[in-house]
């Protein structure tokens, strides 16, 4: 195949296309993965009605056998079906595209994630994924990170509600405090691999996960993603008994179901991040290989993140505000600065041969 | 610099975001007007192949400065401006002179008049390795001096309102 600006364009919109189509169907599923493992967690069953084969048992009930698995489509449906009503003294036009500024955000950072090695031989770029030309996909993700708090605080704000903007205005203090201590674990990353491209982050790692090297980076960042995804333990902008929900508190019908679409969309984009720096990407037995396992090892990363965010949520305390932003500002911060500078230290002395660490390249 | 369409999209958006930004009566209005020129103008960057200048183009500006802008009007309540009030007909001449006198300027020097300082260079390297050696190698003092400037702007604002907040207390 020759590779001229129009394929390369259309084949970015066709890989685009059916990431967008996987990730949207995986969020639908990890509302239910959500459901039922915090149920299980909490000693409930969980959403079992909606879609099981039932299996007969001698002298009992039946077994249901995948209980569950139309449930996503049964919210789908009701939430597309509710009416969808705006308060009278809303700002109608930034009150209409606030959830879609919180979906954007989300399915962007996708375009960057590589997948798996190049899958096509005759392909021009290295490896697969959405945007695999962007050499600053690092950046890419934190420009994308620092625009997601819009959706959020302008829902807040147009919504002309006392509870939605102290909602939206917890948001934003939170998700500016807390993006400094995650942009900061992301540059050991950066500094190992000498590169601000995924796919070399993800190379780099070939003999060693990054995790193993940077445990501090690593556990900072997942309580960061933690605060930027606002779950619990920081989830207090949506505290149900001093907020009544918070920012999304006058939206209704599918405009409320976007909110919660970019949250578990979010989760998952955060995993495949956080597996791509610091734990391998789509690297494992094989690999090299065959390339289509990367994106199953992916998934399966991506898979185990939002099992740790779900047993998170199952077994935290929320945290008070001035806790929350004592954590970020006194405690983290001043962490992950001094991982930072440490981390320089040891490349510089690795590199000239005083200190042998354990360091690819 | 890329298709020609796509300058003239990008350029219309841009010109209009601003135009909007300045007519607009609603602060949160503005401030979002300013993100959507601050978001093309990031696309003008990667459009001349200088990915990183636009990656921290949206972070500074559209992701922490606006975001900030945004706060503290929401904060103040002061996204409703009072009607359109101005110092009558002198404002609008002395904006026109200087309108004009920015334009003269801009035409001249980039069609060539002056001595030609404004034509950008044929071949930039503007890869993220290429600014790190420009700003920590060969201009590192400036750099420096730069970041201890806003260092010291950041510390006096804190004396400043520590000693406030002890005269409250005390």
Redesign the interface.
């Known amino acids: 195949m020759d590779w001229t600006l129009g394929t390369i364009a259309l084949r970015a919109l066709g890989v685009g296309f059916l990431m967008s189509f996987v990730v949207i169907t995986g969020f639908a599923y990890t509302t239910l993965l959500e459901r039922k493992l915090l149920a299980r967690l909490q000693g409930r069953v969980g959403p079992e009605r909606a879609g099981y084969i039932p299996l007969p048992r001698k002298g009992k009930k039946e077994r249901k056998l995948l209980g569950g698995v139309l449930q996503p489509a049964a919210d789908a449906v009701k939430l597309f079906f509710k009416e969808d009503r705006a308060p009278d003294m809303v700002?109608t036009v930034?009150y209409n595209i606030a959830p879609m500024l919180t979906v954007i955000p989300a399915v962007l950072i996708l375009a960057v994630i590589p997948w798996a090695p190049t899958l096509l031989k005759s392909s021009p770029y290295p490896y697969f994924a959405i945007a695999p030309g962007?050499?600053?996909g690092v950046?890419?993700i934190?420009?994308?990170?620092?625009?997601a708090?819009?959706g959020v605080?302008?829902a807040?704000?147009a919504s002309n509600s006392k509870y939605a903007?102290l909602g939206?205005?917890r948001a934003?203090?939170q998700m500016?405090s807390y993006?400094l201590a995650l942009s900061l674990t992301v540059l050991p990353s950066v500094m190992l691999a000498g590169s601000?491209n995924l796919n070399d982050i993800v190379v780099a790692q070939e003999g060693l996960w990054f995790f193993l090297i940077q445990p501090v980076a690593t556990l900072i960042f997942i309580i960061g993603v933690f605060a930027e995804l606002q779950r619990a333990p920081f989830d207090l902008l949506e505290a149900e008994q001093e907020l009544s929900s918070g920012y999304n508190v006058e939206y209704g019908s599918m405009r409320f179901g976007m909110f919660f679409m970019a949250e578990y969309m979010k989760m998952i984009s955060f995993s495949a991040i956080a597996a791509v720096l610091f734990f391998g990407g789509y690297r494992g037995p094989f690999v090299d290989q065959v390339p289509l396992l990367g994106i199953l090892y992916l998934f399966g990363k991506i898979f185990l993140g939002l099992c740790l965010m779900i047993w998170v949520r199952a077994s935290m305390p929320r945290l008070r505000y001035d806790q929350l932003m004592n954590f970020g500002w006194k405690i983290l911060l001043p962490l992950a600065v001094l991982n930072f500078v440490v981390t320089a230290i040891g490349i510089v002395l690795h590199s000239e041969g005083i200190l042998n660490l354990p360091l690819p390249g | 610099m890329g298709h020609p369409i796509v300058f003239l999209i990008l350029a219309t958006v841009a010109v209009f975001a601003a135009i909007g930004m300045l007519t607009s009566r609603n602060a949160v209005h503005s401030a979002l007007y300013l993100v959507l020129n601050f978001c093309t103008v990031a696309v003008f960057y990667l459009v001349l192949n200088a990915p990183f200048i636009s990656m921290v183009q949206i972070t500074v500006y559209a992701g922490a400065i606006v975001v900030l802008f945004l706060f503290v009007i929401m904060l103040l309540g002061a996204d409703q401006l009072p009607k359109a009030s101005s110092n009558g007909g002198l404002q609008y001449i002395l904006a026109i002179f200087a309108t004009a006198g920015l334009a003269t300027a801009l035409i001249l020097q980039l069609s060539g008049f002056g001595d030609g300082t404004a034509k950008p260079e044929s071949a930039l390297d503007a890869s993220p390795e290429a600014i790190g050696t420009l700003l920590f190698q060969d201009y590192v003092f400036p750099f420096e001096i730069t970041s201890l400037i806003l260092l010291v702007a950041m510390m006096s604002l804190i004396v400043f309102k520590a000693q406030k907040r002890k005269k409250q207390d005390g």
Not at chain 1, 142 to 147: D, E, H, K, P, Q
Request: proline share 0%; no cysteine; hydrophobic share 70%.
């Open positions: 700002d930034i962007l050499q600053v950046l890419f934190l420009a994308v990170a620092s625009i708090v819009y605080a302008l807040g704000w903007i939206g205005i934003t203090a500016i993006e601000m």
